[in-house]
T-cell receptor, first 117, second 112 residues
């Protein structure tokens, strides 16, 4: 069992819908991540939050809007998505490494499988 | 920019055979991590290597980090059907703190 919980596990939405993906961890980690993964491809980094502040946005389209309400929660708001946005969306957390460039071990949730019709 | 190649893309083995996947970088890596993702599952952390020439073992898995910190390998001895999945290397890339980039992965199939 993973200690990072993602909801919903599956989501089907139309291109005009607004939905949100949610992620929660209670390991005291201060870095949280959103990754997108297509079938048979590696996870691709979308956003990184460190101490509840957005530290990395990998040029993600504005139809994806992240939010970090507190140190345990991470949301990804979805609006006006395209069919090509269908993928597995993975949330992860890690201990913050301060000024070190070394990224910590990532703990992944089970993911939210998104289908955009 | 930093380029890391992971090979092979696919590997089919008979149960009991050994398996190795490699990650090769064009530049020096500060560290490298390895993850396993079972079919239909999520990536699970296996190990992190930091030191030049480092070798770490976990039961049948052996991880190596090259002397120049430009390559790494994961070797599985006597594969079992439970080893099936995709193995990814991952590295901290660029100047962005916290950015962990995954290699393309090696999909391992083990035939009983």
């Amino acid at each position: 069992d993973t200690e990072v919980t993602q909801t919903p596990k599956h989501l089907v939405m139309g291109m005009t819908n607004k939905k949100s993906l949610k992620c929660e961890q209670h390991m005291g980690h201060r870095a949280m991540y959103w990754y997108k993964q297509k079938a048979k491809k590696p996870p691709e980094l979308m956003f990184v939050y460190s101490y509840e502040k957005l530290s990395i946005n990998e040029s993600v389209p504005s139809r994806f809007s992240p939010e970090c309400p507190n140190s345990s929660l991470l949301n990804l708001h979805l609006h006006a998505l395209q069919p090509e946005d269908s993928a597995l969306y993975l949330c992860a957390s890690s201990q913050d490494r301060g000024l070190l460039r070394r990224a910590g071990e990532l703990f992944f949730g089970e993911g939210s499988r998104l289908t955009v019709l | 920019g930093q380029q890391v190649m992971q090979i092979p893309q696919y590997q089919h083995v008979q149960e009991g055979e050994d398996f190795t996947t490699y990650c090769n970088s064009s530049t020096t890596l500060s560290n490298i991590q390895w993850y396993k993702q079972r079919p239909g599952g999520h990536p699970v952390f296996l190990i992190q290597l930091v030191k030049s020439g480092e070798v770490k073992k976990q039961k049948r898995l052996t991880f190596q980090f090259g002397e120049a910190k430009k390559n790494s390998s994961l070797h599985i001895t006597a594969t079992q059907t439970t080893d099936v999945g995709t193995y990814f290397c991952a590295y901290a890339g660029g100047t962005s703190y916290g950015k962990l980039t995954f290699g393309q992965g090696t999909i391992l199939t083990v035939h009983p």
